[in-house]
């Protein structure tokens, strides 16, 4: 069975409430109004401002322009080229190219009259003013995302907890028999919240602190850091005793995924394996100092992973 998103029913109630109103004041080419809620309705509060904004703008200029043109030119064909020649260069300087079809529809209306006159000018921002107004009421309702983004949220600490857990499990045992989806589908869920909080920060236009978008970058970022770990490990002779150690910090911080300020704690520890590990017998082959150059790349990924932890919750705080 589909389904009907807030969208579509904004703009299933926006059209006729638009024509509704139109024909009520009788204004001449009152289904245009219905055209411009269409248009406006947008995905969030912020594009459907910037979107209403733009059309209002750019066919302001196309009535001047038309009129202008018609007026001195004619109302002939070849003069609506001429006017779009002129009105479409002016809205990509001005950067509200997003107009063009709007204003399109006014300019054909003002061709259409054969007369530039001042009640086919108010009648054609009264048009403006309805559609535009209509969709703006109307996304002013915005449905929350917050569940979508907390199950998401969810997700990404599992599969992160996934991760860790494996590297914790190779570290102490040498075993690896991972297929690695983790990767592939945290990817994902990382690329389809960071948009749900990018919308979340449009629908909130007064919120200064947008604590879902911040969570996302950190979690992007420390999700940068674990691909890095993977080709180090591979390189790491894991079955010796020495690293049981390091294995164990990764399974403390793949117990401990969660929104809370525990990068602190880790980094305490994380700052004595480094300190037990600089006592080791310092290695004797060029394997063994591949070796322990690798897990010295490793315990500083490790940190930075921590790091990043560490300065989004001061950010949040």
Known sequence: MFKIGPRTIKTAIGAPISIFIAQLLQLDQFISAAILTILCIQVTRRRSI?????????????????????????YFPLAVGLVLLLFIPITVQLKITEGVITSSVIILHIYGAEAMSASLVLNEILLLTIGLGVALLLNLYMPSLDSDLEKIQSDIEENFSAVLREIARYLKTGDYNWSGEEITTTAQLIDRANDLASRDVENHLLRNHHPFYHYFHMRQKQFEILERMLPLISRINA??????????????????????NTAIKYLEELRGIREKFNHEELPKTQQEFEERANLYLLLNEIEQYLILKRSYKKSDI
């Open 239 to 260: 079955s010796k005793e020495e690293y049981l150690y390091i294995g164990k910090l990764f399974e403390h911080l793949a117990d401990h995924v969660h929104p809370g």
């Open 50 to 74: 910037l979107s209403a904004w733009y059309r209002f703008y750019a066919s302001l200029i196309a009535i001047i322009v038309s009129g202008l043109v018609f007026e001195f030119v004619g």
